[in-house]
């Protein structure tokens, strides 16, 4: 066959799970997208049923692989997912319930129990995460106590990523990055908290062997190479969280960088040397985990509901118009958006707040307000919130402040968020413009697994791709400093409690 060895990346994320084909230098070859099955039974539930996400991948797969003139080129393939799904399966690798949504805020209950039984500064110092309902730990739980017939049967308990694999291979494992965002990894040890399981009645037998991210799992079984397209020659590798193989993808591995990493939930990522510790940071919110690199680890904020906000406005407030229409729009708006401020806490608050009975809010409306005044609000909220998630993890001692700034993500393709996330920051950012980064860094530890590369830095240096600066808009700096520090700072803190109040009064019913 001629050509160079081809290399899948999966991303499996929120909205969409994409399937794409890399040559060894990172350009596609073949691609394809298909919409992440989702259920919402209530409010503050949602879940995904295991079989129809292997059935929509499968289809992503077959799809790109279809495209394809010599698909037995195919070397090896290597999945980023979502972090904070799990699948739990029984001892003939059937799942047991439906998987959680990562988003899922069902668990509440059982962080307030983690709250009694487990210090929350010890859960961070082991664990480098704050005690909040979105992590693996809190979901099995939930399962153990709602689910208990589930949670007898279940043998394993697999994050989405690790379930794709799973799936294609018949080995059960997980890399570092994901095992970081379960709430029963121990960061410092690189192992799973056994003591700290058997406190919460967990027995640590539950969760996948742990392997370094772009480790060789195997070939492509014989069955899902049918279904797929694969090769059975092509070899399966762990690969990790979707946001940190975008920052493997654009070289932001080490410290001084930062990866602005945009899709439904924003990235804040900022590449640490060894781990922190110090429980405030856990206390407003902030992550620390395991690099999909050796040996390195990160600091991460973020908005959770940034792509998800610009989405939720086009479909409930925008009357289904293209984002041109809106961004047009928006456009025409003056910065401040005629007074008008939008707090994106959809979903709930975002570090340095630690906050899940939070919400989203539109204040300072009037009839001067149209859908482009309100479009552009959703745009400097989220752009606002960014600044604030950042400059509050930049206190901590050991985080650099960033040399330069790297984005990427569906988010960057909207020119005027990103001009206004640049004014708003008073700097400029550089967008990568490397297609689908979360799924080239799953090909690069797809490589890697399947010697492709002969190490890391032989493959970042094979990639091709180039940056786009957006600078900052010199006559707007002061408009938006002004927003930013007289309104935008101050919009948390005077809804809080009428945000809790609401919160209260819902559970009554």
Known sequence: MPGEPLLIGVDLGTTSIK????????????????????????PAWAYYQPEELWQSTVTALRQAIDRLEHPGRIAGIAVASMAETGVPIDAHGQPTCDAIAWFDRRTQPQVEWLARTIDRDRLYALTGLPLQPIFGLCKVLWIKKNRPDAFARTRSWLNAADYIAYRLCGVPATDYSLASRTL????????????LLGEVGISPALFAPLLPSGTCLGPVRRGPARETGLPETAR????????????????????GAMLNSLGTAEAIFNPLSHPLTHPEIGRQGYTIGAHVVSGRYYILGGVYTSGACIEWFRETLG????????????????????????????????PPHVDPRSRGAFIGLS??????????????????????????????????????????GGGTRNRLLMQIKATVLNRTIAIANADEATALGAAVLAGLGAGVYPDLPSALSRLRYTRTPIHPIPDQVD?????????????????????????HLQNMT
């Open 367 to 408: 009839t001067d307000v149209k859908r482009g005044v309100l479009f552009r609000a959703v745009l400097e909220g989220l752009a606002c919130e960014s600044r604030h998630s950042l400059q509050a993890h930049l206190t901590h001692p050991g985080v650099e402040t960033p040399r330069d700034i790297c984005a990427i």
């Open 19 to 42: 399937a794409l084909v890399f040559d060894p230098t990172g350009q596609i070859m073949a691609q394809a997208s298909v919409r992440t099955p989702t259920h919402y039974p209530r």
């Open 319 to 350: 009357n289904g118009a293209d984002y041109a229409t809106l961004i047009a729009e928006a456009e025409a708006v003056p910065p401040g958006s005629l007074g008008v401020c939008f707090l994106p806490h959809l979903r709930l608050a975002n």
């Open 479 to 503: 408009t938006y400093e002004t927003h930013y520090q007289q309104v935008y700072r101050k919009v948390y803190p005077t809804l809080r409690p009428l945000h809790h109040t609401i919160h």
């Open 236 to 255: 399966v590798s762990t690969g990790g969280h979707d946001h940190i193989c975008g920052a493997l993808a654009v070289g932001v591995t080490r410290p």
């Open 184 to 195: 029963a990894f121990d960061l410092q040890r690189l192992q799973w908290a056994d003591d």
